[in-house]
């Protein structure tokens, strides 16, 4: 029998689901998943499923599989290499894993070079998961450069602030808003690029955004579970990889 069809948009986000669940297993839930990677288990393998939803598995019994399956093995290297080391690693295959499973649905459901051309460019338009977990992605470089053009200060409470007055490295829900619109432009072009460090969408100019202190990414209040309020109390950020990075050591 065969398969029905699925457009460009269904697959891609297909894609995006799957994509946003391994970003959570290697950023804001990279504890949970580090912790599910025994070394002494089997081969395990890091699925994306399309619902945003990760699991730590076993791979199917059946040769060939009905669809393409992750790299094996990833809970082997765990305890053989530095952390963030062994993430990127993960977040690579992830990437590949992806492209492959995208392809396969295209291939299935008959896409032709035009689709394939369209879907290729939908997903090239975000970053890699490589990109995210390791904060690689050329935007990154604006961020930087966005953020120490803001005063030159490093004050570490201050990326927490709110207030129009603070200067520093704020969280980007803080940046005043001025009636001259040059200035507002030449803040949109600093700040627009910038990637969340947890689901790697763009920087909004109505979302409340936090900095860490340690990798220096920024994240999405939400995506971290942090409100205004309380940054406001936080002397030092940490996101959620930095710190599970300071518990293993």
């Known amino acids: 029998m065969e398969a029905p069809g699925r457009s460009v948009e269904e697959i891609f986000q297909d894609f995006k689901g799957r994509r946003t669940a391994i970003i959570k ?31 730590v598995n076993l791979p199917v019994e059946e040769v060939p599989p009905e669809l393409p ?9 765990r305890d053989g290499m530095q952390e963030k080391d062994w993430l990127s690693l993960v977040a690579v295959h992830s990437d590949s894993w992806l492209l492959a499973l995208a392809f396969y649905f295209g291939a299935r459901f008959g896409f032709d070079k035009t689709d394939r051309k369209r879907l ?23 961020e930087k450069t966005s953020v120490s053009n803001n005063s030159g200060s490093k004050s570490k409470s201050s ?11 704020q969280s980007k829900a803080s940046l005043p808003k001025y009636e001259d619109d040059v200035v507002e432009d030449q803040d949109e072009d600093e700040h627009g690029d910038t990637l969340c460090g947890a689901c790697g969408e763009n920087y909004g100019t109505d979302e ?8 220096e ?23 959620p990889s930095c710190s599970s990075n300071k518990r293993a050591r």
């Open 217 to 239: 990414r920024w994240f999405h209040g939400k995506c971290v579970k942090i409100t205004p309020a309380r940054a406001e109390h936080i002397k030092q950020y940490k996101c």
């Open 25 to 55: 297993a290697l950023t804001t839930d990279v504890q949970d998943f580090y912790n599910q990677c025994d070394p002494e288990k089997e081969n395990l393998c890091l699925y994306g499923l399309s619902n945003e939803q990760w699991e």
């Open 208 to 215: 409340f955004w936090i900095c860490c202190d340690i990798c």
């Open 69 to 77: 399956e992750p790299v094996l093995g990833i809970n082997f290297a």
């Open 120 to 142: 290729f460019n939908m997903i090239n338009d975000l970053p890699t998961i490589f990109e995210v977990v390791t904060g690689t992605a050329k935007k990154q470089v604006k």
């Open 159 to 169: 990326s927490k602030a709110r207030a129009p007055e603070t200067q520093g490295r």
